[in-house]
């Protein structure tokens, strides 16, 4: 199994993460959008499954790191820069039935790949920053505005305050960039039970069988999710 996650994540983070993975690409950018979502994987890459669409102007490493592996990818249409409108083309989710983003920002080849399901127009255009989607279209996220759309269109979800969720530059992060998923294990850049709703968490990842893997001992860091690629 392969991994990407941020360069800038702690070294206790890092060495944790090596225990489950063949290679990890710690992942950074310069010159290409703005500092605190630098080094975030989510912010260039699109992944349903083995699905990858990236970002056509992504850092070299990522693309060798690919090559390296005979990883299939394909390039998108749209290139990352400091601007919102191009910072989240690919940071958008699908599930076997849904494409969940905010419309008129996700890239068209996402859209096209997605055609057939149902697009779920949400407020929050971060939204692979914002959320994450366990089996059976099951949700965490930390966006009150998200959770009002999951609840209006009877999707089981669980709300978590980005409150103390680390980031570069601001105040908070987001829940859906602290965090990724492999098989039955949810594996975390921080330890869920320094914020006050990592119990509940627990016991709502407990109940769904999920495996729960804290990489370090911090609050959690919203590092722009870990890839893992089987």
Do not use: W
Request: aromatic share 12%; hydrophobic share 35%; proline share 3%.
């Amino acid at each position: 199994m392969l991994a990407v996650i941020d360069a800038r994540s702690s070294e206790e983070a890092k060495v944790n993460l090596r225990k489950y993975t063949e290679d990890i690409l710690f992942f950074a950018s310069s010159g290409i959008t703005y500092n605190s979502i630098s080094g975030h994987p989510d912010i260039f890459i699109f992944q349903e499954k083995n699905n990858l669409i990236i970002a056509p102007n992504s850092p070299k490493q990522l693309i060798n790191f690919f090559k390296k592996h005979k990883v299939n990818y394909q390039p998108g249409r749209s290139s990352v820069d400091e601007n919102l409108e191009q910072n989240v083309k690919y940071n958008c989710i699908a599930t076997g039935n849904f494409l969940l983003h905010k419309k008129g920002m996700t890239e068209s080849l996402i859209l096209e790949h997605s055609r057939n399901k149902k697009f779920i127009n949400l407020p929050q255009a971060y939204t692979r920053c914002s959320m994450i989607n366990l089996r059976n279209d099951v949700f965490i996220s930390s966006d009150s505005g998200i959770k009002k759309v999951l609840d209006k269109n009877n999707l089981e979800n669980f709300y978590f305050s980005p409150e103390d969720i680390r980031i570069f530059d601001h105040k908070n992060g987001f829940f859906g960039g602290t965090c990724g998923i492999s098989g039955n294990k949810i594996f975390f850049n921080g330890n869920i039970d320094k914020h006050k709703h990592g119990k509940e968490l627990r016991t709502f990842l407990s109940d769904l069988n999920y495996e729960i893997i804290c990489l370090h001992d911090d609050f959690l860091y919203d590092g722009g999710g870990i890839f893992f690629i089987e």
